[in-house]
Nanobody
Framework: QVHVVELGGELVQPGGSLTLSCATTGLIFHLTDMGWYRQAPGKQRELVADIDRGETTHYSDTVKGRFTISRSNVKEMVFLQMTSLHSEDTAVYYC????????????WGRGTQVTVSS
């Protein structure tokens, strides 16, 4: 059974930094494409960053240069380092995993809340 769990969300001040982690079990992780998404109140879920099995990364324009996605195939985890945070980054952050064998939508975690506020 596949499990995806996000960790690390908290309240942070504007301009601050935070690193989110996503732990997975039940996947052939080195064949898995991983992504971070977020959903702010009243808005649709959007892609923040993703990293494929070959470690090619992609970022949304809103976070490019501020966020860094990385993965550890040994730990079967993916990370999102966030810097220069501002209030518009406030959202629930979700981790998504897709493999050649997963449903088309992949596997989702339950999310972790990031709040940027003074």
């Amino acid at each position: 059974q596949v499990h995806v769990v996000e960790l690390g969300g908290e309240l942070v001040q504007p301009g601050g930094s935070l690193t989110l982690s996503c732990a997975t079990t039940g996947l052939i992780f080195h064949l898995t494409d991983m992504g971070w998404y977020r959903q702010a109140p009243g808005k649709q879920r959007e892609l923040v960053a993703d990293i494929d099995r070959g470690e090619t990364t992609h970022y949304s324009d809103t976070v490019k240069g501020r966020f860094t996605i990385s993965r550890s195939n040994v730990k079967e985890m993916v990370f999102l380092q966030m810097t220069s945070l501002h209030s518009e980054d406030t959202a629930v952050y979700y981790c998504n995993a897709k493999t050649p064998f997963s449903p088309p939508e992949g596997y989702w975690g339950r999310g972790t809340q990031v709040t940027v506020s003074s």
